[in-house]
């Protein structure tokens, strides 16, 4: 079946520590994005890329990174400056960047 | 920039009750996208409007865009227990990304 992928379901960082979230998709998708979902609140655009070797800030951009060498893989890294990480990370992918965006089912991060 | 408005932020039906978000949009947008997320899991996508003025329906649900297209609706008739869970609205303008709204979290008591 297609369908996005995160990993891991659960994640605790450290205080100084980067950690990577893993988002796959099978869907053959051009358009991939990250979101952060604080509790009770919508979702707000981190990072998105529109075609492989190329992505773009959104709105909360500051303290993390994430790369995008193959069409199928978008990782997040938050990094330790990063000073609020603990939320609920959902990956999304769609066709073109207008299109319904397909999500996968999150990466809980938390503070140790 | 732009900023999409939902309410009621909560709301507690009865089963067998309607029930009403509202999404509001700053800007005018392209097209607005409406989402579902149950409690604990990820939004699902549930429907796109484009046209000025547009009405779709999905068996209970009921979707508009208002003729400005600055504003949207989902109206759900004679709710079910598995209409629980959060619903967004996402706004596009014209050249720009979605801006998901806060959602309206809907409580269904059998």
């Known amino acids: 079946d297609g369908g996005i992928t995160q990993s891991p379901k659960y994640l605790f960082r450290k205080e100084g520590q980067n950690v990577t979230l893993s988002c796959e998709q099978n869907?053959?998708?051009?358009?991939m994005y990250w979101y952060r979902q604080d509790p009770g609140q919508g979702l707000r655009l981190i990072y998105y890329?529109?075609?492989?070797?190329?992505?773009q800030k959104g709105d909360i951009a500051e303290g993390y990174s994430v790369s995008r060498e193959k069409k199928e893989s978008f990782p997040l890294t938050v990094t330790s400056a990063q000073k609020n990480p603990t939320a609920f990370y959902l990956c999304?992918?769609?066709?073109?960047?207008?299109?319904?965006?397909?999500f996968g089912d999150g990466t809980r991060l938390s503070i140790l | 920039g732009q900023q999409v408005m939902q309410i009621p932020q909560y709301q507690h039906v009865q089963e067998g009750e309607d029930f009403t978000t509202y999404c509001n949009s700053s800007?005018?947008?392209?097209?607005i996208q409406w989402y579902k997320q149950r409690p604990g899991g990820h939004p699902v996508f549930l429907i796109q409007?484009?046209?000025?003025?547009e009405v779709k329906k999905q068996k209970r649900l009921t979707f508009q865009f208002g003729e400005a297209k600055k504003n949207s609706s989902l109206h759900i008739t004679a709710t079910q227990t598995t209409d629980v869970g959060t619903y967004f609205c996402?706004?596009?303008?014209?050249?720009?990304?979605?801006?998901f709204g806060p959602g309206t979290r809907l409580s269904v008591l059998p």
């Open positions: 996402a706004g596009r303008g014209y050249g720009q990304n979605f801006v």
């Open positions: 869907l053959n998708h051009d358009a």
């Open positions: 890329s529109q075609i492989v070797n190329d992505f």
């Open positions: 409007l484009v046209k000025s003025g």
């Open positions: 800007t005018t947008l392209s097209n």
């Open positions: 999304a992918s769609s066709i073109p960047e207008y299109q319904p965006q397909h």
